[in-house]
């Protein structure tokens, strides 16, 4: 399914000053009321070895710390259980986790603004998630049944999808110029089936000092490289006419 490919270099404007630091420390701070003891296993999804660290819990209380160059997606996971889980964002500074009944699943996130803004940006897209969970269960039944023909259909209404999904986006962006959070936005939902045409205005919609960030520098680099390709791809399509 289109939506479940999920794809997931710090560069300073001269002339822009930051609007938060974007390398630093960080410092999670959690309390989960009935969860006396155990261990949580936090991984930091950096496009490169995924680190992992682990925490104990004692009296529901864990802490995990580090050091980051940039904000990054990470899940906070139960250790025995793969069920019970926590996905945020992590920047440099203090974020704070509170839950209960002994599950973490289920817990807020405090102190955060990235986080604020990612709560924001799921309800902005809620329709959307709500139509690709329910076509995520036509298609694994689909795919079990072997129906060639209902594969096909959903296929073509997964486009239809992205594309609304894509205008909720770009207006989610246009109101959220200044956010870490929409800049993130862009390679999450335009690293597959997209243009440089498509991504390079939602380049220029990002505030300065998003785009001079080491997420901005992503979205150029995206941008560059599919314009080297589609010379590419157009040289071996017309060569593939002629012969």
Avoid: C
């Avoid at 560069?11 to 960080?26: C, E, K, N, R, T």
């Avoid at 261990?39 to 496009?47: A, E, F, M, S, V």
């Avoid at 995924?50 to 899940?75: L, M, Q, W």
């Amino acid at each position: 399914m289109l939506y479940k490919l999920f794809v997931y270099g710090v560069l300073v404007s001269f002339f822009y000053q930051p609007l938060y630091a974007q390398s630093g420390d960080f410092k999670i701070t959690g309390q989960i009321d009935g969860m006396k003891k155990g261990k949580l296993i936090l991984t930091i999804y950096n496009d490169a070895d995924n680190p992992r660290d682990t925490a104990k819990v004692a009296d529901g209380k864990f802490s995990f710390s580090g050091s980051i160059r940039e904000p990054v997606f990470v899940i906070i996971t139960s250790m025995g259980t793969t069920k019970d889980y926590l996905e945020l964002y992590v920047e440099p500074g203090e974020i704070n986790i509170q839950g209960k009944n002994g599950s973490i699943s289920s817990a807020s996130i405090s102190g955060s603004g990235i986080n604020d803004d990612d709560k924001l940006l799921k309800r902005h897209l809620k329709s959307m998630s709500d139509w690709e969970e329910a076509n995520s269960k036509l298609y694994q039944q689909a795919a079990k049944n072997r129906d060639a023909k209902a594969l096909d259909s959903l296929d073509d209404l997964d486009l239809k999808v992205l594309e609304e999904k894509r205008k909720l986006i770009t207006s989610f962006i246009k109101e959220h110029s200044t956010s870490m959070r929409a800049a993130m936005a862009i390679p999450e939902n335009y690293s597959y089936y997209a243009e440089a045409t498509e991504i390079e205005p939602l380049y220029h919609l990002l505030d300065p000092s998003l785009q001079a960030s080491p997420a901005g520098e992503k979205i150029k680099e995206m941008i560059s490289t599919l314009k080297l390709k589609l010379p590419h791809y157009l040289s071996k399509y017309y060569a593939a006419l002629d012969s």
